[in-house]
C-alpha cells in the first residue's frame, strides 16, 4: 500500500492500537514504531525507524482519529443533521434523497478509492468462506461472548436510542426537559439535541476502547446499555426529558466499547485467514437483535405510552 509515496505495508501495529501509541520517537519528522518480529519460533519486540514529512505525519494521524470517530460522526450526520434541518423545517425527503446519494458515493469510495490487501484464504473466494466455516472450532469460540454482548446491544440500539422514544415525547406541545410543567423542546430540536448525547457516547468509548491497554471483560460494558434502558424508561415515566439525554448517550457508551474492543479482541486472538469470517459472523449475530428490538418497538411504545 503506498501513501503520499511511502509504503504502509510494512507498519504492523501489535495489539491493534494507533500507530502514534506505539511511537517512542516523533520529532522532526521521525517515529519509531514497535513490532512483533518471530525469529526461530522466539518472539521479539524490535523497532523500524521511519522518517516522514510532517504533512504525512498529521494526515496519518488525522487518519487514526477517522478510524476512532467515522462511524459516529457518518451517523450523527444524520440523526444530529437530520432532526435539524426538519426543526427549521426541511422536509423529510430531502433527508432520505441525502442518504442515497451518500450510499452511493460511499460504494464509489469503497471500490476506487480504498486500497486492497489481499490476504491469502482470509473468505477470498466462496469456496475459501465455506472452508472457514467448516473450522468454526478454530475461531467461533473465541468470540462467542463477543457475539451475545453485541446483539444484546443492538436489541437495545435499535429499541432505546432513540427507538421507542420516539413515540413516547411524540406530544405536539413539546418534550418535558425538567417535569410536566418545565420548559418543552420541540419534538425535532430534542431529538437533535438527544442525537448530539449519543454521538458523544460512541466517539468517546470508541477512542477510549483503543487507548486502553487492558483486556476487559466484554460483558462489562452491557452496564453502559442496562443503564442507558433504565434511564430512558424513568424519563419517560416521569416526563423529564433531560434523562433520556443521558440515557442515550449509556448506551452509545456500551455500543462503542462492544464495536471497538470485539474488533481489537478479533485482530489479538484469532489467525488471519479467519478475521473476516470471524467478523462477518459476529456482526450477522449482533443484527439479529437489531432485527428483534426493531419488532419489538411498537409493542414498547404502547407499554411506556405517550407523553
Known amino acids: 500500500m503506498v501513501?503520499?509515496?511511502w509504503r504502509l505495508d510494512r507498519l504492523k501495529p501489535i495489539c491493534c492500537l494507533p500507530l502514534h501509541r506505539l511511537a517512542t520517537k516523533q520529532n522532526c519528522g521521525q517515529l519509531w514504531v514497535r513490532k512483533v518480529v518471530e525469529e526461530n519460533s522466539v518472539r521479539l519486540i524490535a523497532f523500524d525507524f521511519y522518517t516522514f514529512s510532517k504533512?504525512?505525519?498529521?494526515?496519518?494521524?488525522l487518519f487514526d482519529l477517522l478510524l476512532c470517530t467515522g462511524i459516529p460522526i457518518g451517523?450523527?450526520?444524520i440523526?444530529?443533521?437530520?432532526?435539524g434541518a426538519m426543526a427549521a423545517g426541511m422536509p423529510v425527503e430531502f433527508v432520505y434523497g441525502f442518504v442515497s446519494i451518500c450510499l452511493l458515493g460511499s460504494i464509489f469510495v469503497w471500490i476506487?478509492?480504498?486500497p486492497y490487501q489481499h490476504v491469502e484464504g482470509n473468505s477470498d473466494s466462496f469456496s475459501s468462506f465455506l472452508g472457514n466455516l467448516k473450522q468454526y472450532n478454530q475461531w467461533f469460540w473465541k468470540i462467542k461472548w463477543h457475539c451475545l454482548c453485541l446483539a444484546v446491544n443492538m436489541l437495545v440500539v435499535s429499541t432505546f436510542s432513540p427507538g421507542v422514544m420516539l413515540y413516547v415525547f411524540s406530544n405536539k406541545t413539546g418534550v418535558p426537559m425538567l417535569g410536566e410543567q418545565s420548559y418543552r423542546l420541540k419534538h425535532d430540536g430534542f431529538f437533535c439535541i438527544y442525537n448530539v448525547f449519543t454521538f458523544i457516547g460512541a466517539t468517546a468509548s470508541r477512542k477510549f476502547a483503543y487507548s486502553d491497554k487492558v483486556e476487559r471483560p466484554i460483558g462489562l460494558f452491557l452496564l453502559f446499555s442496562f443503564c442507558g434502558v433504565g434511564l430512558n424508561i424513568a424519563a419517560s415515566q416521569t416526563n423529564i426529558g433531560t434523562l433520556a439525554l443521558f440515557g442515550g448517550m449509556c448506551v452509545f457508551l456500551g455500543n462503542g466499547s462492544i464495536y471497538n474492543r470485539t474488533t481489537k479482541a478479533i485482530d489479538n486472538h484469532i489467525g488471519g485467514i479467519f478475521n473476516l469470517t470471524a467478523l462477518s459472523a459476529w456482526l450477522l449475530v449482533g443484527d439479529l437483535g437489531s432485527v428483534l428490538g426493531s419488532n419489538v418497538t411498537p409493542f414498547l411504545a404502547q407499554l411506556l405510552g405517550s407523553h
Open 75 to 77: 451517523v450523527a450526520a
Open 79 to 83: 440523526t444530529i443533521g437530520a432532526f
Open 3 to 5: 501513501w503520499g509515496g
Open 55 to 61: 504533512p504525512f505525519l498529521f494526515s496519518f494521524f
Open 112 to 114: 476506487v478509492v480504498l
